[in-house]
C-alpha cells in the first residue's frame, strides 16, 4: 500500500529513549505544562488526571542557557552548539564581554564551557600575538573580572557545566572541595603515564532516582 503521508510520531515519554529528550523540548517549546514524577516519567497537564499532576514533584521548564565562545577558534563550541540545536534546547552564546558584564543569574541557569584550556579561556589570543595577525577586537580571554563573575554566577545558583580541560578552570580557581589526582589533559607535564581515553566505553554506576540522573 502507497504511503501518501506520515503522521509525527507520538511524543516518548520514558526517560530511557533517547528520543525522550526532543520530546521534551518539544512539549516545553510548545508552552505545555509538564512536570516529572519521582521515576522520571513525564505528567503532562493536559492528559493526566489532576490528582497525578499534582502529586508530581519536578515542575520542568526551558532553561535558560548560554555556550562560551571564545575568540579562539573551538570545534567543541561548535558541536555543543548542534547538540541543543539538535535536541530544541534554546541557547544564547555568550562572549567574553558578556560575562564581564556580570548580572549573569539574571539572563541564565545554566552556562557551559566547551572543551578548552582554562589559560585559553582566561586569557584568549594576546593582542599584538604575531603568529596570529588576530584584529584587537578579537583577541583576550575572560580575564579575571569575567571568571569573578562566573563565581558570582555559581555562588547566586546558577549551574556551570564545564567540558574536558574547561574543568581546569573552576577546579583551578574556585574554592571547591575536589582536585585532579591524576596527570591528564589538565597538565602541562602529562608525560606517558598520563590518563587520557578518547572513544573509550566506561561503566560508571549512576543513582537512578536522582533527578539529574533521569535517563541514565
Not at 64 to 90: C, H, K, M, Q
Not at 107 to 121: K, Y
Not at 156 to 178: H, K, M, R, Y
Request: proline share 7%; glycine share 10%.
Amino acid at each position: 500500500e502507497r504511503v501518501e503521508t506520515l503522521e509525527p510520531l507520538a511524543p516518548v515519554t520514558d526517560h530511557r529513549d533517547t528520543s525522550f529528550f526532543s520530546s521534551l523540548a518539544q512539549l516545553l517549546n510548545d508552552g505545555k505544562e509538564i512536570r516529572s514524577s519521582e521515576t522520571g516519567a513525564l505528567v503532562n497537564r493536559e492528559n493526566a488526571a489532576p490528582a497525578v499532576f499534582a502529586r508530581a514533584p519536578f515542575h520542568l521548564r526551558i532553561p535558560r542557557v548560554g555556550v562560551y565562545e571564545s575568540w579562539i577558534p573551538n570545534s567543541d563550541a561548535g558541536w555543543t552548539n548542534w547538540l541543543f540545536d539538535r535536541y530544541g534546547v534554546p541557547h544564547n552564546s555568550l562572549h567574553n564581554a558578556d560575562l564581564q558584564a556580570g548580572h549573569l543569574n539574571s539572563r541564565f541557569d545554566v552556562i557551559v564551557l566547551p572543551a578548552q584550556s582554562a589559560s585559553g579561556i582566561l586569557s584568549g589570543i594576546r593582542e599584538g600575538d604575531s603568529a596570529t595577525h588576530q584584529r584587537p577586537e578579537f583577541t583576550g580571554g575572560i580575564e579575571l573580572s569575567g571568571l569573578y563573575q562566573l563565581s558570582q554566577f555559581v555562588r547566586a545558583g546558577g549551574w556551570l557545566i564545564t567540558f574536558d580541560q574547561a574543568g581546569e578552570l573552576p577546579i583551578s580557581n574556585f574554592p571547591l572541595a575536589v582536585k585532579p589526582l591524576l596527570n591528564g589533559p589538565f597538565s602541562n607535564n602529562g608525560g606517558a603515564d598520563a590518563y587520557y581515553c578518547p572513544g573509550s566505553v566506561l561503566r560508571i554506576t549512576m543513582e537512578g532516582t536522582d533527578p539529574i540522573a533521569f535517563g541514565m
